[in-house]
């Protein structure tokens, strides 16, 4: 009786073919939505490079950073000055002689400049106009006028064409810092939007490989419930495809979480509008396995050809240069030399005194004879000297030389892990393309040898050969093979794309060329002259691997 009843059922189990019910998700809609933003990987990068946050922060970073410079130069910069003053005091007198009340006027003006040498030159224009009332002034009105000039070049403190571009040069550095930043944040930013691109597309198909999972734990659940039907199958056999459908449902929830968590890292890497951010968003490209050889050697040399974080730390030590010479400089006494030259006019009413003390007018001039005086010359002075200063213990000077010499050697040391730290990302990322490489053939293998197993196992199952237990076994184990060989491809295209990050090409393989902010121009004009000549610079004068006397 068993044996008919066994072949009864077995019978009854051909009929009935598999069920057809559908496993709903709610990701099945984003397709038919007619909103549905329908996304190429080329798409989505061309809209970050045009609207993510970060890149036009950065752009903005580097724009300042070019008015910083222009802002240095201003160290050169013409200062005038002048001085426009009336004045007039009376004062009670003690003597026939003495004047009661003044009057004046005086007018100034002048320029001022620092030289790319550390020296400084002026012109003085002086002018004024003085009267009297009472007593006895040979002079009356009277005008002066003198025309000064003065020169103060540094010797040895302050002295130094690199001494006093100190400033511009540390400026463009940063200029050129901030410009290998701008190109940092773009290729972070095309290799954030690839990333987040692929995980999306691993989130949706991984919701496909959990629907195909949850369809065969209720398809295995209603053979079970045929077999209990006709007596077949205990009751509680039921237990075991209803647990693990429970399971699946709540990894199918999971798994549509992931998809919205993804699509939300897309909408802001590419600075979607805030009323867009509810369209679902639906890649378009393949996941596709393409066979890559990676030479090591030659990928570690092109990344530190191309990474430009290896710039910015070269740029960073030379400023560490820049003002480990210039402290080094300020250690030194100060020399200056002098030189003045300035020539003088007098004019007005000469007065003298008759015999009987009465004052006559000997000769009236105006302010014209004092011009004639100052370009003709008639009164020049000169002088030439050297000023000399020197703190005698020096100790905040070469306390900051010896601190900026170790600051120079640390940023050299930085600059060396820079390269290491370069070299092994780059070794990581090719030995991780290898192991993906390897995993890709082996996972799929493992998922039809997991298929084909299902497959067996329930026909096992139908023939009363194996357990409900056994049959749900090998279909987690093919669920778990679907998602290892989705993950395996996945993870080997996440990591072409980090190797190219690393190897510091990513941006040619997309063909995306990076367009530097519009920066205002350096005036060196003024500067470029004394650059030439070498022995104007203070810097070659000095050995930075010896401590600062």
Same mark, same amino acid.
């Given at each position: 009786m068993m044996l008919l009843a066994a072949?009864?059922?077995?019978?009854?189990?051909?009929?009935?073919?598999?069920?057809?019910?559908?496993?709903?998700?709610?990701?099945?809609?984003?397709?038919?939505?007619?909103?549905?933003?329908?996304?190429?990987?080329?798409?989505?990068?061309?809209?970050?490079?045009?609207?993510? *946050?970060?890149?036009?922060?950065? /752009?903005? #970073?580097?724009?300042?950073?070019?008015?910083? =410079?222009?802002?240095?130069?201003?160290?050169?910069?013409?200062?005038s000055d002048g001085r426009v003053l009336l004045s007039s005091s009376n004062s009670p007198t003690t003597s026939a002689t003495q004047t009661s009340a003044d009057r004046s006027i005086l007018a100034n003006a002048g320029v001022t400049q620092l030289l790319p040498t550390g020296g400084t030159y002026s012109f003085g224009f002086d002018n004024s106009r003085s009267s009297a009332v009472g007593g006895f002034v040979n002079i009356n009105p009277a005008?002066?006028?003198?025309?000064?000039?003065?020169?103060?070049?540094?010797?040895?403190?302050?002295?130094?064409?690199?001494?006093?571009?100190r400033g511009i040069t540390i400026a463009r550095n940063n200029l050129g810092i901030t410009q290998g930043q701008f190109r940092t944040v773009?290729?972070?930013?095309?290799?954030?939007?690839?990333?987040?691109?692929?995980? *999306?597309?691993?989130?949706?198909? /991984?919701? #496909?490989?959990?629907?195909?999972?949850?369809? =065969?734990?209720?398809?295995?659940?209603?053979?079970?419930?045929?077999?209990?039907d006709v007596g077949a199958s205990a009751p509680l056999d039921i237990l075991q495809p209803n647990v693990q459908i429970a399971t699946t449902e709540e990894s199918l929830v999971t798994a549509v979480s992931s998809v919205r968590d993804a699509e939300d890292r897309i909408r802001q890497l590419l600075n979607l509008p805030r009323e867009e951010w509810d369209r679902p968003i639906i890649p378009t490209g393949n996941i596709e396995y393409n066979a890559m050889q990676v030479n090591f050697d030659q990928a570690v040399e092109q990344a530190l050809a191309n990474r430009p974080e290896v710039t910015q730390q070269r740029l960073s030590t030379d400023t560490a240069r820049v003002n480990a010479i210039y402290t080094r400089n300020q250690t030194l006494p100060t020399v200056d030399f002098t030189v003045g030259y300035g020539v003088a006019g007098v004019a007005g009413k000469t007065l003298d005194v008759d015999a009987a003390g009465n004052p006559i007018v000997v000769s009236s001039t105006g302010y014209d004879r004092t011009l004639s005086q100052l370009f003709g010359r008639d009164f020049p002075s000169?002088?030439?000297?050297?000023?000399?200063g020197y703190p005698l213990m020096n100790i905040g000077a070469r306390a900051n030389a010896r601190a900026a010499q170790l600051d120079y050697k640390q940023s050299q040391t930085f600059e060396a892990q820079t390269r290491q730290n370069i070299t092994v990302e780059v070794r990581n990322a090719a030995r991780l393309i290898e192991t993906f490489g390897r995993t890709i053939a082996a996972s799929r293998a493992a998922r039809d040898?997991?298929?084909?197993?299902?497959?067996?196992?329930?026909?096992?199952?139908?023939?009363?050969?194996?357990?409900?237990?056994?049959v749900l076994e090998v279909q987690k184990q093919l669920s778990d093979a679907r998602v290892r060989e989705l993950f395996s491809l996945v993870g080997y295209n996440k990591a072409v794309a980090a190797y190219h990050r690393a190897v510091g090409d990513i941006l040619e393989i997309h063909n995306i060329t990076v367009e530097q902010p519009e920066l205002p121009g350096e005036p060196d004009w003024k500067t470029t002259f004394f650059d030439r000549y070498n022995w104007l610079n203070y810097g070659p004068r000095v050995k930075l691997e010896e401590q600062p006397k």
């Open positions: 072949t009864a059922l077995i019978a009854q189990e051909a009929q009935v073919p598999r069920t057809t019910e559908a496993v709903a998700a709610e990701t099945d809609r984003d397709a038919d939505n007619p909103r549905a933003l329908h996304l190429s990987l080329d798409e989505a990068l061309g809209t970050a490079m045009k609207q993510n *946050l970060g890149v036009q922060i950065e /752009n903005y #970073e580097t724009r300042i950073s070019g008015y910083n =410079l222009r802002s240095t130069y201003g160290v050169f910069d013409f200062f005008y002066k006028s003198s025309l000064d000039f003065n020169f103060t070049q540094p010797l040895l403190r302050d002295f130094g064409v690199d001494v006093t571009k773009i290729m972070d930013t095309v290799s954030a939007v690839e990333q987040a691109y692929l995980d *999306l597309a691993y989130a949706r198909r /991984n919701v #496909e490989v959990v629907k195909e999972a949850l369809f =065969l734990a209720r398809d295995q659940a209603r053979i079970t419930q045929i077999r209990i000169w002088s030439v000297g050297f000023n000399f040898a997991a298929e084909k197993n299902v497959e067996a196992e329930r026909k096992r199952y139908e023939n009363g050969m194996t357990t409900n237990f056994q």
